[in-house]
Each structure stands twice: as C-alpha cells, then as structure tokens.
Nanobody, 130 residues
C-alpha cells in the first residue's frame, strides 16, 4: 500500500504560480512512476504529467507543456508539480497517483491513462481567477 497526500493548492490570479506537493508513505516510493491528474466540475479526470521512477523521463499534456514541470525527490518521498503562467482553465482538483507499472513513461497509451495507476491521493483544489 502507498498513501499519498497532496498539498499546495489554493486561489491564484491568472498568470500566477503554484507548486503542488505529493508526499508518499508506505512502500518504497522510488519503485513507482508518479503522475498528476486533474478534474474540473462536470468533466472527466484529465492527465497532466507523469515522471519515471528515476525522474529522468517526463511527459506532459499538451495543454500544460511549457508551463508545468513535474519533478520528484526520492529521498523525501515527494513528487512536485510546479505550475507557472496559470490560466482560468487550469482550475480543477489536482490528484497525484502512483503506478507500480510495467510501462515506460513514453508509452503514453498507458502512462496518461488514469486506469494505469494503483494509488491516489485525496486531491487539492486549484482555482485560477481571471
């Protein structure tokens, strides 16, 4: 079992920045690929970013590429999502997820699919005002 707790959400004006954190406990954090997803009211859960177990490989949704950066610190059992130049359409509940995967980050059919992830946090609200 892996327990995930997100933090760092809040209210920010368009163009601003936030840094989300996701602290993991339980089994060895470095065994898991980590992803960030988001869900806006009335919409399906949407892939945001994924990072490999080592942190060397990442992949982003087109909607956030160039604005968001995913990173991880395996010594601190934490994954981060740095969000810059936020837009009102980024408003959503953001979830981190862990995958004890057999796929690579570049296998996007799997790495971007929420069904590929085994453990989820409770989510943190991000609201971007215009």
């Amino acid at each position: 079992q892996v327990q995930l707790v997100e933090s760092g959400g809040g209210l920010v004006q368009a163009g601003g920045s936030l840094r989300l954190s996701c602290a993991a406990s339980g089994r060895t954090f470095s065994y898991y690929a980590m992803g960030w997803f988001r869900q806006a009211p009335g919409k399906e859960r949407e892939f945001v970013a994924v990072i490999s177990t080592s942190g060397r490989s990442t992949y982003y949704a087109d909607s956030v590429k160039g604005r968001f950066t995913i990173s991880r610190d395996n010594h601190k059992n934490t994954v981060y999502l740095q969000m810059n130049n936020l837009k009102p359409e980024d408003t959503a509940v953001y979830y981190c997820a862990a995958a004890s995967q057999t796929w690579g980050v570049a296998q996007t059919t799997s790495s971007t699919n929420y069904r590929s992830y085994d453990y989820w946090g409770q989510g943190t609200q991000v609201t971007v005002s215009s």
